[in-house]
Each structure stands twice: as structure tokens, then as C-alpha cells.
């Protein structure tokens, strides 16, 4: 009896296939899709996903190879936010019960950014609560960027303070810093939804300033906030406006104590389109994985690494990622080159040895509980 013919895989359809296609041709030439193209990404099924993030991996092998570069964030001034930013576990009237302090000295934050290169990071960026810096404020940190220059004359500093005024940028270029970042988040039509005490026009304007200064402009999005397709779509097509050569993508973390808590929108599928769909509209950007990759890709984490080129190392600014060895092994068994490394420019990271086989010791035969 012969056998029963196996089934066609759903993936083959002609209409999924032809926009991957063109999808891809488009990336590799440096092209945008259009809004519809963008959009379709998101609405693609389960059924299509493997296709979708090869088709995102063919675009950024094109660009970037198997090259990872890891960042790590230094918090200079934890919490006590004026700003309302519901997402924002450091917001106006945040109860999230997070670290809180003042400005760390510069020694603290060049021992920090240390810590981070040590670990494999090439770019460290140095993140500070608040609307803006003053004056006073720019000092400060331009005395960090020039003893973390000192040290690690290699490696990118990126600050992140908030938005800027006049002659801001200038100073934070002429004391070494290389890139500034500045998300815009979301939409501009729904802007208004997650914050009132600014706007996003005053984003947009922060990040042209960065790069009026010379800085690499790097401004990303926030996903999990209520937002739909379309805004999603709007947010990638603004960044690639604005020329953002690195652009990372959150996952919204909902803080208890936030107005954001309990917000569990996004599955893994969803956020590996996601990367997809912002991967083909900014296809020559530094995509970088950013927080709450952990807690939503979750098991789905090495797919995402096919369509990115830049994660964060080891914690966020107020909340933990997973240890800096679990992320080394994560990019060892997926054979993927780290950037920098002492042994080699793109050295493939070592693989730690395996734990080794657990006899047995519960379950059925034993008086100890099995593992179910």
C-alpha cells in the first residue's frame, strides 16, 4: 500500500512567497516595501513565520553577515522621572518599586562601562532619567565619555539623556560621544496616548539634532503599547526618515505600578514579525534587540538573532535581562560572530561545556515527586 501523500506546506503559497521575494530584492538593494508590503509582514500566519524570518535573515546577512554587536547600558540617574510616559516604570507617579538615585560619579560610570566591555559590548550607552540635561548635566557626562574614550578608545559611546537643546549635541560630539539615542516609540497619531508632558514632534527634533552634530542618530520603537499595525508600519517609516542607523526595538515590560501593568499583548510570533517588518523597511540599520526580548520572545529568541545585528548585554535600566553567560552561549550555539572580540574581529563566541546528564533521582521507583 503506497503512502498517503503528504500535504503542501502551507508556506508555498504563491501570493506569501512572491512578497518575500520582493521583500528581499528591495532589502538588498536598500529599499523601503511599501506601506502595504510593510504591512502585510505583520499579518502574515503562524504557518509563515520560518519563511518570513529567512527572508528578514537573507536581508541582513547581506549587510551585516553573522556579525552580532553587543551594547550595554549604563543607568546614570535612576527613577524620579518628571515626565509621564505610561510605559515608564521611572515615570511622574510610577509605584514600581525600581532603584532610584541620583548621578553616579564619573569613576562609578566608567567602571560600569568596564564591566560591559569586558563582558564583549562595542558600543555602551549611557542612559539618564529625566526631560533633558542641563548644561551642568552635559559636563557631567561629557567627563564619562572622555574616561570610557580613555580606555576604550574602540569602543562607541552612545548617550541617552533626553531631549536637547541648542549646542547639547555639539558638546556631547566634541567630548567623543559617538551616536545619541532618542526612541520615538510609537506613531505620531498615537503619541498623545502615552504621554502628555511632551510631544513627539520634540522627539523627531531631538534626534535631528544628533545628527545635525555629527552624531549617528540612533532611535527606535517600543512594541506592546496598544498600538495596531498601522502605527507600527508609521514608526518604521519615520525612523527610516530621520536616517536612524541603529534603531532598537522594545518590548513593552509592564511594571506593575505603571499605568502599563498587565499588558500582555504580544506572543512570540508577533514580535518576530515585528523585527521582520522593520528589518525590511530599514534594511541597512543596525537593528538592535533590545528589553523585554527575554521575557516575550522568550524560547524564540535565537530566530530573532537571524534578523537583528546588535543585541544588549546583561541588564536594562531598571529591569534584569538574563545572565551575560546565557546570552554568549545563545549567540555560541547559533554560530554567530561577536564583534570585537580580543581574539578576532568576529570571533565566534566559545560555548560553554554542557552541563552533563542528572541521573534520575525522582519520579516513578522513588518517594520523590516527578518533574511534571
Known sequence: MSPEPLPAHPAARPGVRDLLDVLVGRGLAGDAPTRGQALAVLRTTDDDLLDVVAAAGRVRRHRFGRRVRLSYLVNLRSGLCPEDCTYCSQRLGSAAQVLTYSWLSTEDAVAAA?????????????????????????????????????????????????????????????????????????????????????????????????????????????????????????????????????????????????????????????????????????????????????????SLQPLALEIVSSIFLGDYLTSEGQAARADLDLLADGRFEIEGTRQDDAATPARTDPPGVTVRRRGPGTPVAPNA
Request: aromatic share 4%.
Open 114 to 298: 568596564r564591566a560591559g566591555v569586558t563582558g564583549g559590548a562595542r558600543r555602551v550607552c549611557l542612559v539618564a532619567s529625566g526631560r533633558g540635561p542641563s548644561d551642568r548635566d552635559v559636563t557631567r557626562v561629557s567627563a564619562m565619555v572622555e574616561g570610557i574614550k580613555r580606555e576604550h578608545p574602540d569602543v562607541e559611546v552612545c548617550a541617552c539623556l533626553g531631549l536637547l537643546r541648542d549646542g547639547q549635541a555639539e558638546r556631547l560630539a566634541a567630548a567623543g560621544a559617538d551616536a545619541y539615542n532618542h526612541n520615538l516609540n510609537t506613531s505620531e497619531a498615537t503619541y498623545a496616548d502615552i504621554c502628555t508632558t511632551h510631544q513627539y514632534a520634540d522627539r523627531v527634533e531631538t534626534v535631528e539634532r544628533a545628527r545635525g552634530a555629527g552624531l549617528s542618530p540612533c532611535s527606535g520603537l517600543i512594541a506592546g503599547l496598544g498600538e495596531s499595525d498601522e502605527d507600527l508600519v508609521d514608526v518604521a517609516f519615520a525612523l527610516r526618515g530621520l536616517g536612524a542607523d541603529s534603531v532598537p526595538v522594545n518590548f513593552l515590560v509592564p511594571f506593575d505600578g505603571t499605568p502599563l501593568a498587565g499588558t500582555w499583548d504580544l506572543t512570540p510570533q508577533r514580535c518576530l514579525r515585528i523585527l521582520a517588518m522593520v528589518r525590511f523597511v530599514c534594511p541597512t540599520a543596525e537593528l538592535r534587540l533590545a528589553a523585554g526580548r527575554e521575557v516575550h520572545l522568550r
